[in-house]
C-alpha cells in the first residue's frame, strides 16, 4: 500500500464544510483511494472511495487531482456526530491488499 | 452493504487464561479475514491475514504462538489470545472482503474489548 499523509487533528464548527486532505505521492496505477470513519470503541465504517477526479455520495464527496498524488474528503455542513478518525487508505484493498492504517485525521466538532 | 460481526463484543478474563473471539461474514463469504489490534488513542495495528483452509499470515513482531487463528469456514474466522496477560488488553477488530461485491472495500465488524486482570 501506498504511504498516506494526513493531518493529525481537525476542529470544525457545525453546519461547516471540512476538508480533510491526504498526500500519497507513491500511488500505483492499480491503487484506489478510500476513506474510512471510525468511533470510539467501534470498527472502521466505509465511508467513500475513487480513482479519480470526484466522486460524490450521500455522506461525502472525494476529489482527485489528475496526477492522484493527493485527495480530498469533503464533508458538507458537519454536524457534532461527525467527531470521529477519518482514515485514508490506498491501494486495491478490495483485491489483493492488505490494509495498513496510518494514524489518521481526528476530527473535532465543536456546537 | 456486507456485514461483519464479532463475538463477544467484550470480555474480561483473568491473567493466564485464553479467551477466543470470533469474526462471522454475515451475508458473504470471505475466503480471507483481517486481524486488527487497536490500543487507546492509537491507530488500528494489522494482526494477522486469516486464510480459509490454510494457515494465517502475521505481521513482523506477532507472536503466532500466542495469537492462534483459524479460519475454518468462509464465514467464520476465531483469533484465539492464549495464556493472555494484562498487556493483551486491547481492542481487537476483524475485517473481510467480499469479492463477490461490486465495491472494492473491506468490511469491518464491530470489534471486541478485551480486558485481562
Known amino acids: 500500500l501506498a504511504k498516506t499523509t494526513q493531518p493529525i487533528s481537525m476542529d470544525s464548527y457545525e453546519g461547516q464544510e471540512v476538508n480533510i486532505t491526504c498526500s500519497h505521492n507513491n500511488i500505483a496505477t492499480n491503487d484506489y483511494i478510500t476513506w474510512y470513519q471510525q468511533f470510539p470503541s467501534q470498527g472502521p465504517r466505509f465511508i467513500i472511495q475513487g480513482y479519480k477526479t470526484k466522486v460524490t455520495n450521500e455522506v461525502a464527496s472525494l476529489f482527485i487531482p489528475a496526477d492522484r498524488k493527493s485527495s480530498t474528503l469533503s464533508l458538507p455542513r458537519v454536524s457534532l456526530s461527525d467527531t470521529a478518525v477519518y482514515y485514508c487508505?490506498?491501494?486495491?484493498?478490495?483485491?489483493?491488499?492488505?490494509?495498513?492504517f496510518g494514524k489518521g485525521t481526528r476530527l473535532h466538532i465543536l456546537p | 452493504g456486507a456485514v461483519v460481526s464479532q463475538h463477544p463484543s467484550w470480555v474480561i478474563c483473568k491473567s493466564g487464561t485464553s479467551v477466543k473471539i470470533e469474526c462471522r461474514s454475515l451475508d458473504f463469504q470471505a475466503t480471507t479475514m483481517f486481524w486488527y489490534r487497536q490500543f487507546p488513542k492509537q491507530s488500528l495495528m494489522l494482526m494477522a491475514t486469516?486464510?480459509?483452509?490454510?494457515?494465517?499470515?502475521?505481521e513482523q513482531g506477532v507472536e503466532k504462538d500466542k495469537f492462534l487463528i483459524n479460519h475454518a469456514s468462509l464465514t467464520l474466522s476465531t483469533l484465539t489470545v492464549t495464556s493472555a496477560h494484562p498487556e493483551d488488553s486491547s481492542f481487537y477488530i476483524c475485517s473481510a472482503r467480499d469479492l463477490a461485491g461490486r465495491v472494492r472495500e473491506q468490511y469491518f465488524g464491530p470489534g471486541t474489548r478485551l480486558t485481562v486482570t
Open positions: 487508505l490506498v491501494g486495491d484493498i478490495g483485491r489483493d491488499d492488505k490494509i495498513i
Open positions: 486469516s486464510n480459509e483452509g490454510s494457515k494465517a499470515t502475521y
